[in-house]
């Protein structure tokens, strides 16, 4: 019976010291989530997107009503009034699939107020924005003008860059025919120029600036592999179906993921001055 006794004794001291290692690896990761939330609480962030864009929103959201006690907020806004330290801005800019016309906009809000009171401005594109027959070299050419432009208006402003979001490509015996017949099914050449236009801005950017590498979340699992689409002897990156309930928008659970990876990216970097 000693023997049985003791046997339960280590066999409760083993459960206890794991279910304190778990405990203890969830407090850190709290700490890390808590430290980050409160770097941003002390900036004024804007951000300018459409719908992939407010699905991270409300995973920043999310995440930040786990600690009420940080004053951290998610707001859309008009105007530099509304732009306090720890104000989370962001504003939709019209309209999908004009992204000439996206920049405009996120220079005249710049340009209106925010661009004097924010720390940190990004501007993402939509997945709506890009066909197999965009001009991908004569758009980058185009964001990085008015990026240089801003930058030059706006110097005490940090500007991350964002890739554009992918959608999923459809798995279908329609489209493997249409695979069998030299033609790519639905999402694959949009992806394709979507990987253009983030090729040319890691090539610019990645090491240098900050880069919120969106689309290499969106088509990257937990494990590391990658959702990679063959294609005229290229692979073509695409978003992971388990992300998405419709193809192209976050699920309640990447967009927490992948929010919690922007709030550690932007609590990263240097205060502006």
């Known amino acids: 019976m000693a023997w049985v006794h003791f046997q339960c004794l280590g066999l409760c001291i083993s459960l206890w010291c794991a279910l304190a290692i778990a ?8 700490t890390d989530l808590r430290a980050q939330l409160q770097t941003l609480s002390r900036r004024r962030v804007f951000f300018g997107h459409q719908s992939v ?14 600690y009420p006690d940080i004053p951290l907020r ?14 989370f801005a962001h504003a939709f800019l019209p309209e999908n699939g004009n992204p000439a016309l996206k920049l405009e906009s996120f220079e005249r809000a710049l340009s209106s107020g ?11 594109f939509c997945y709506a924005d890009f066909s197999p027959v965009t001009d991908v070299s004569a ?25 554009a979001p992918l959608t ?3 798995d279908s015996a329609a489209s493997n025919l249409k695979r069998l017949f030299g033609r790519a099914p639905g999402g694959l050449l949009e992806n394709a120029k979507r990987e253009e236009f983030d090729q040319l801005l890691r090539r610019a950017y990645g090491g240098r600036e900050p880069l919120f590498d969106l689309a290499r979340l969106e088509s990257t699992s937990p494990d590391g592999r990658r ?9 073509v990156p695409a978003l992971l179906p388990a992300y998405s309930d419709d193809g192209g ?15 550690a990216l932007l609590a990263s970097l240097p205060p502006t001055p």
């Open 249 to 263: 928008h976050l699920n309640s659970a990447s967009r927490v993921r992948f929010a919690r990876e922007l709030i």
């Open 53 to 66: 864009g407010m699905n991270l929103l409300e995973g920043v959201r999310e995440l930040a009503a786990l």
């Open 74 to 87: 998610v707001v859309e806004v008009t105007g530099s009034a509304d732009l306090q330290p720890g104000t």
């Open 23 to 30: 405990a203890h690896a969830d407090s850190m990761e709290d």
């Open 114 to 124: 925010i661009g004097s009171a924010a720390d940190i401005a990004l501007i993402k």
């Open 139 to 163: 758009l980058f050419a185009r964001y990085q003008t008015t990026l240089s432009a801003l930058r030059a208006r706006h110097p005490h402003v940090l500007f991350v860059h964002v890739t």
């Open 168 to 170: 999923t490509v459809a």
């Open 227 to 235: 959702e990679l689409q063959d294609w005229n002897g290229s692979q």
